[in-house]
């Protein structure tokens, strides 16, 4: 059956800056902590790096025109810490010329810019200086933000603090396969302390400055876990999965606390959590207008002796996209339901869904990749199925508007709707582009 979105639902895509903009030495730009990281061997597939991506910052125009092509309604992109602050202090107004042109592309052609303030890539200066492990990041990160709210708060209505506190935080400092490639869970704790105490900072610094129009939010990638079996011990696993991946970030958020089993964990496999000060938590619990939702994909989770933390992540029997991860629409449903059940009713906004596949360019110039066509239009049916729940769900942005560096594994993942051929910098629209594009004149999904 046919299922509508409403006139204001925003049809959107995303990028981030380190992904997609090349021009790593350009416009005053310094480096940033992945810069660095994917140039040390082994760490990034085949040794690729972010120095020239999909060259976004000089095909800016042209990637707008596509984007008018497609029909979107709004734009997600992030913007580069190292391009405004090159320097402790020191603000770079040639790199905020690029945000405003770019926003400038974007107003001329109807497109709304949704600008998330920080995607991971922080700038060498701060990490020589303890990067986010140094509570003073709180404070440069703070200046960083208000500056921004500064020079782009006429043009810009919705801004995100951070993409994902998860990754940056336990990626980066537990799991060590993302920059700054630390394995230390005590660290990854401070971190994401610090991270989250920094979005409260940024919301703050955002209200005070009294503008007239402007929501602001944060985005958490949230999966939803699972249970391998019934069994007592694999429930108990998935708890504690569930409270790394989700609770961790969602309880300080929206209840003011960090939940108490987790903490009980934590504090037993590190010296304590002494890194949160009085006052902090009521500071990360400011009220946001919205929550960003990054969901790609649901876990399963068993009871394990040997692991840290007694669970292991093990695969079910659905389909897989070349990222290894199942496809499963339906966990988006719990995922939002127990959302709207346990912690908030503001908007919500899909800020990224989307899946790499091996595209391949045929000879006739046509990318068909079905199997994207068919994962992200299952995953805007339950969208469209949740919003008649009445559970609020503002817009969609798919991951990605175009093939881009996926971080650890380079240009191996090409989630794009747009194929990028990265020796030419050709731009091709996918199947999905197109289909995507029908959608968006119509509303309706099938
Ligand atoms: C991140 C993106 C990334 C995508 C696919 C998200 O976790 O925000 O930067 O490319 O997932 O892995």
């Given amino acids: 059956m046919a299922v509508s979105f409403k006139n ?69 992109f992030s913007i580069s810490w190292p391009r405004i602050f090159p320097e402790k202090g020191r603000y770079n107004p040639e790199g905020m010329q690029f945000y405003k042109n770019l926003i400038k592309e974007l107003k001329t052609r109807n497109i709304k810019p949704v600008a998330t303030i920080y995607h991971w890539d922080m700038p060498m200066w701060a990490y020589n200086m ?27 209505k919705l801004w ?25 869970l005590r660290e990854a704790l401070t971190v994401a302390h610090h991270v989250l105490l920094s979005h409260g900072c940024a919301v703050d610094a955002f209200r005070k400055l009294n503008l007239k129009e402007g929501k602001i939010g944060i985005t958490l990638n949230l999966i939803p876990v699972y249970p391998a079996t019934k069994d007592k011990e694999d429930k108990e696993a998935a708890s504690i999965r569930d409270g790394y991946l989700n609770r961790w970030f969602l309880d300080p958020i929206f209840k003011e606390s960090y939940p108490a089993d987790m903490k009980e964990i934590y504090e037993k496999l590190t010296d304590g ?68 059940k346990e912690y908030t009713k503001i908007p919500v906004y899909i800020t990224e869904n989307g899946a790499a596949f091996n595209d391949k360019l045929l000879k006739n110039g046509e990318i068909r990749d079905n199997k994207r066509i068919n994962y992200l239009s299952r995953h805007l049916l339950e969208i469209a199925r949740l919003n008649r729940k009445n559970m609020d769900i503002r817009g969609y942005f798919l991951w990605s508007l175009m093939d881009n560096f996926e971080w650890q594994h380079g240009y191996s993942k090409r989630f794009g709707i747009i194929y990028v051929d990265y020796k030419s910098g050709e731009r091709i629209l996918k199947n999905s582009a197109l289909w995507y594009r029908d959608l968006i004149k119509t509303r309706t999904i099938k």
């Fill in 160 to 184: 995100i603090t951070h993409n994902e506190p998860l990754c940056s935080s336990f990626l980066g400092y537990h799991e060590g396969n993302h920059a700054p490639g630390h394995k230390n």
């Fill in 273 to 340: 959590l002494d890194f949160v000060k009085e006052g902090d938590l009521s500071k990360i619990a400011v009220p946001v207008d919205f929550l960003g939702v990054n969901y790609y994909h649901r876990e399963l989770i068993k009871f394990s002796s040997d692991s840290e933390m007694g669970f292991t992540v093990v695969h079910g029997n659905f389909a897989r996209t070349e990222m290894d991860w199942e496809i499963v629409p339906e966990a988006l449903d719990d995922l939002i339901v127990r959302l709207r």
């Fill in 8 to 76: 204001n639902f925003l049809f959107g895509a995303s990028t981030s800056s380190y992904q997609i903009e090349g021009a790593a030495g350009e416009g005053g730009r310094t480096p940033s902590v992945w810069d660095v990281f994917s140039k040390i061997t082994g760490k990034t597939y085949m040794g690729d790096t972010g120095d020239a991506a999909c060259d976004h910052y000089h095909r800016y125009g042209e990637d707008v025109e596509l984007m008018e092509k497609i029909g979107l309604d709004a734009y997600r």
């Fill in 130 to 156: 303890g990067g986010w492990l140094n509570r003073d990041s709180v404070y440069w990160f703070t200046e960083y933000a208000s500056r921004i709210f500064k020079e782009l708060g006429d043009s810009v």
